[in-house]
């Protein structure tokens, strides 16, 4: 059985003239060492949203009612089809806080969203009206060192080691939640989860309710 969310994105994929999907990610560093950095994340994070895609694949195998090559074809499609969007202008964007990503973003939203802002329903995915993901600084830093090959069958030791963060624009978030915590609408997210955040924000569930770690780090 394939996961609802793959396959509302399946379908969304099969339209006609359908957009490619993908996170909007910013960047907000532009040290010397982030412009080689900078390309070096996106192509890890790609690399690895194609890894989960296709272990989601082969774990709904068994359990396919369909002729398989159906199901192999949506796979295909979902990892062919993947674009990330991403924002960077140095002049805007260096330096600033997660807090400033998210009145970016929402402006962003707006803009393609006729001042609708998630509410308009009429484009892109409903995940990225829902969360985008922030390169910064720290994020290099916590990447510096990563790169595919070091992977082996599963994340292993690099799953809480390697992240990046995001923003959930407008966020909703619950009283509780925000006291105990001091969760603000934004946390860190391992590269290994990065197909599950999309599928949990599709629908959406709010931020606030996904499960990480006491550091603040979601793992799917």
């Known amino acids: 059985m394939i996961p609802t969310p793959t396959q ?35 192509e890890l994070t790609n690399s690895l949203i194609k890894r989960e895609i296709l272990h989601e694949y082969a774990t709904s ?13 949506g796979y295909q499609l979902i990892c ?9 202008d140095r ?18 939203i707006d803009d393609y969203a006729s001042g609708r802002g998630r509410e308009n329903y009429n484009w892109g995915y409903s995940t990225q009206r829902h969360v985008c993901l922030v390169v910064d600084e720290e994020v290099c830093q916590a990447l510096e ?11 292993g030791e690099y799953l809480r080691k390697w992240w990046v963060k995001a923003v959930e624009p407008w966020p909703e978030i619950d009283e509780w939640e ?34 990480r770690d006491a550091n603040g780090l979601y793992t799917g």
């Open 8 to 42: 509302h994105l399946i379908d969304w994929l099969r339209l006609p003239k359908a957009p490619s999907w993908g996170f909007v990610i910013y960047r907000t560093t532009y040290s010397p060492q982030s412009y080689r950095q900078f390309p070096q994340i996106i």
């Open 91 to 108: 002049t805007q964007l260096n330096g600033i806080s997660l807090h400033g990503v998210r009145s970016h973003f929402e402006s962003w």
């Open 80 to 88: 062919a089809k993947h674009r990330p969007i991403i924002i960077e």
């Open 178 to 211: 925000r006291e105990a915590t001091g969760f603000d609408g934004t946390m860190k997210v391992s590269v290994f989860s990065l197909f599950f955040l999309w599928t949990d924000m599709e629908d959406p569930y709010p931020m606030w309710m996904m499960r």
């Open 145 to 155: 060192n990563a790169d595919t090959k070091l992977i082996r069958e599963g994340a």
């Open 61 to 73: 195998k068994d359990s396919y009612a369909g002729p398989p090559e159906e199901l192999k074809n």
